[in-house]
């Protein structure tokens, strides 16, 4: 029985709505619970699970579903009743966490707190920023959907009374040793870090605490601010923060996507503190190429940001790069790859990991169709299709993948019911804010797919976690394991072994 309802302009955050159907799917002849914002995204997910009819088509952004499929002999009115409580129950207080009415009651009783985090829904998000910086607090805004327009507005006047405004977009920051949004948890150390691409400034923190270095503050400062009309000039005070602070020995710069001026602008900056500069611009104009300037590194990968980082604070670069295990299991693993399959399909969460894929991807010859490029063709789904499922038109109205692994789930079914795939590359994210067991939930994804098309595609993920992140880095590469998942080192090392595993695939069908 599939019991079907909406609530009429009832918002709900999109985390509360996670929790709850979770929880829900786990009642006693509760078959499966979802309740969810009426966006668009989430009404697709309703579609996949069999559970959309005219009452979900009907619902708009504003009210929310709830739509469960349960054993027929349960009382679908008293569990409506049930869910309609908990959704209008306020949630317990949590042990030292405050709630609030308004940002003016908060700011108030906590004089002393220095930033506010913003994570509404973008229409909202502008406005909270604007109070909190006539406030004089710094603000880290994870919110999407925010204009550019808002955008350059709020970074002008933050500036103006020199504060940080992290985001909108911004996925990652570690200030003094806490972590915003999405973050691992990094010594402290010589190398500082200002980023426009959160999850590769999770990626090259990481890889720099592996080596045994560490950080002095990560700045991340959001997607959209190293392109027009922002033009990197929040990134250009993030410079300047580090380059103040006498600990930090070298600077890198990161950024998913730029504008000439912003490189110039950042790199400008660095100099000044007559710093090393490590830089990785995903796509370098050439001038910066072709200057020959000791202090500036340019890399291509956050691997080598990692490492060239590391070596010159005159710390060697430890990494140890899986090759080995690599040939063996790619040959034990294509022994038992159906011939047809031999497509690569790339489900991240983490946009920056996304196009770092595949640039290496495109490098390597291989074409790509992927939603982080102009040209992306949306059922084109038999290429090498590299998706970012954190991308804003799949998070509207639903938490982030790195939460919420539904979406994902979806995707690598989807990945092993095409006869075309032979390949899938995962990110898996640990740390502050992400879900408390990101392996499992891909195992359980895998177990599913598997039992009901068979073997299907092999597999290849990094982890992006450090040995002091809550997941336990230990457990979940064994629960990776157990599935026979290839875990890489790195994100550009997943990559480079999926390009050189999809030409051996190749070379067979000759």
């Known amino acids: 029985m599939k019991l079907i309802h909406t609530l009429k302009n009832t918002f709900r955050d999109s985390l509360f709505l996670l929790k709850l159907s979770t929880d829900v799917s786990k009642w006693d002849g509760v078959k499966q619970a979802v309740v969810v914002m009426g966006t668009n995204n989430n009404k697709d997910i309703l579609h996949e699970l069999g559970l959309f009819d005219d009452i979900v088509n009907n619902a708009s952004s504003d009210d929310l579903i709830i739509a469960v499929e349960l054993d027929d002999q349960l009382d679908g009115e008293k569990l409506l009743k049930q869910l309609d409580d908990l959704i209008k129950k306020p949630r317990a207080t949590e ?164 504008s000439e001026e912003s490189q110039e602008r950042v790199i400008n900056a660095a100099r000044k503190f007559k710093i090393k500069i490590v830089a990785n ?61 031999i497509k690569i399909r790339g489900l991240y969460g983490g946009g920056s990991l996304c196009s770092e894929t595949v640039n290496i991807l495109d490098k390597s010859n291989i074409l790509t169709n992927s939603n982080i490029k102009p040209n992306y063709q949306k059922n084109n789904i038999n290429e090498n299709l590299i998706l970012d499922l954190g991308a804003e038109e799949f998070t509207e109205g639903r938490a982030h993948p790195f939460i919420d692994h539904r979406l994902r789930s979806m995707e690598i079914m989807d990945a092993f019911k095409n006869p075309n795939v032979g390949i899938i590359l995962l990110d898996v994210v640990l740390g502050w804010g992400s879900h408390e067991d990101p392996a499992g939930e891909v195992v359980t994804a ?64 000759l």
Request: net charge negative; charged share 25%; glycine share 8%.
């Open 281 to 341: 611009f995903s796509s370098v104009h050439p001038k910066f190429l072709m200057e020959k300037n000791e202090d500036v590194v340019i890399v291509d990968t956050f691997e080598e940001c990692a490492k060239v980082a590391v070596e010159l604070t005159g710390t060697d670069f430890n990494f140890d790069s899986p090759k080995e295990g690599f040939d063996f299991w790619a040959e034990r693993k294509i022994k038992k790859l159906n011939p047809l399959r």
């Open 95 to 258: 042990k030292n966490v405050r709630t609030y009415k308004d940002l003016n009651q908060a700011i108030k009783e906590n004089p002393f707190a220095s930033i506010v985090m913003i994570s509404t829904p973008g229409k909202y998000a502008a406005e909270f920023a604007r109070e909190s910086l006539k406030a004089n607090r710094h603000v880290f805004c994870f919110s999407q959907h925010v204009s550019s327009t808002d955008e350059l507005e709020l970074k002008n006047f933050a500036l103006e009374k020199n504060l940080l405004m992290m985001g909108p977009d911004c996925g990652t920051s570690i200030l003094d040793g806490v972590g915003f949004g999405f973050a691992n948890a990094i010594r402290l150390g010589p190398i500082g870090l200002v980023s426009a691409a959160g999850s590769g400034l999770q990626e090259v923190s990481m890889l720099i605490h592996r080596a045994g270095s560490g950080i002095t503050q990560a700045i991340g400062v959001g997607g959209n601010d190293m392109t027009p009309p922002i033009n990197g000039i929040m990134a250009e005070f993030g410079v300047n923060i580090l380059g103040q602070d006498p600990r930090t020995k070298v600077i890198v710069i990161l950024a998913k996507k730029s």
């Open 446 to 509: 895998v177990r599913k797919a598997q039992q009901e098309f068979g073997e299907g595609p092999v597999i290849i993920c990094s982890i992006i976690g450090t040995d002091e992140d809550f997941q336990d880095i230990n457990l979940q590469k064994e629960n990776l394991l157990s599935e026979d998942i290839y875990i890489a080192g790195s994100n550009a090392s997943a990559a480079k072994f999926a390009a050189e595993l999809q030409s051996r695939l190749k070379k067979r069908q």
